[in-house]
């Protein structure tokens, strides 16, 4: 059987999502404990690859375990959760059809970035930028993104992609508090470090330093070099992916 795992995680103390060679990683962690748990060597699939000190919400990894389904689905949530340590969280882990992929049948991911003008004890969790910015004018130049698919200049250099083509589908700055903005972003794909590329060059435009159509031209090079600095990664979260609803009938 194939089931989907639903999870959230706190990114600080992990090398991100995939297996390194060199540092701990989350999915190292989720797979050790599935397979501690389920007696057979488990590895899971995730729905992306988050950076080192980027943190989820909701991720979704899938599995395959020849265990019966009763099993699964009600009692190694609550396992799990008691075995892992505590900035990992199970949600919910659900039966879905043999084919269904965790990153390949995914129809849209999003992300949230946080950033903050002021001083808060929650700071860990968001990037604090004391200067001004003209939210307007990064919301302006975030719509830009819409007329555009290939994001080469938001991307991380020597990547294994075949394509930096992505379709995005959202992309808006949101006051969340007097000292707090949240940027959501969803698209079909993202490229490696695109979200964080995006946001710094983002903060650019909304200090002076760039014009909307200087946003549009960086874009328009295809250039990494051209784009702005990548903002820290505490501040990201992967928020939200979406699946067809055929892959849950059973």
Known sequence: MRY???????????????VQPNGISVQEVLNKALSTLLREPIEVTGAGRTD?????SLMVAHFDTNCQLSTVNCQLAGRLNKFLPSDIAIHKIV???????????????????????AKTPFEPYAYRFPQALDFDKMNEAAQALFDYTDFTSFSKLHTDVK??????MHAR??????????????????????VRAIVGT????????????????????????SAGTSVPGNALFLADITYPDNLFDL
């Open 52 to 56: 080192a000190g980027v943190n989820a």
């Open 95 to 117: 039966p879905v059809t043999p084919d269904a992929h965790a990153r390949f049948s995914a129809t849209s991911r999003t992300y949230h970035y946080y950033i903050i003008t």
């Open 4 to 18: 989907f795992i639903y999870l959230s995680y706190d990114g600080a103390r992990y090398h991100g999502w995939q």
């Open 163 to 168: 394509t930096n083509n992505c379709r995005i």
């Open 202 to 225: 983002l903060l650019d435009v909304g200090r002076g330093v760039l014009t909307i159509q200087q946003f549009r031209e960086i874009i328009e090079k295809k250039d990494r070099c």
């Open 173 to 194: 700055w949101e006051e969340v508090s007097p000292i707090k903005w949240q940027f959501t972003i969803t698209a079909d794909r993202f490229l490696r470090n695109m």
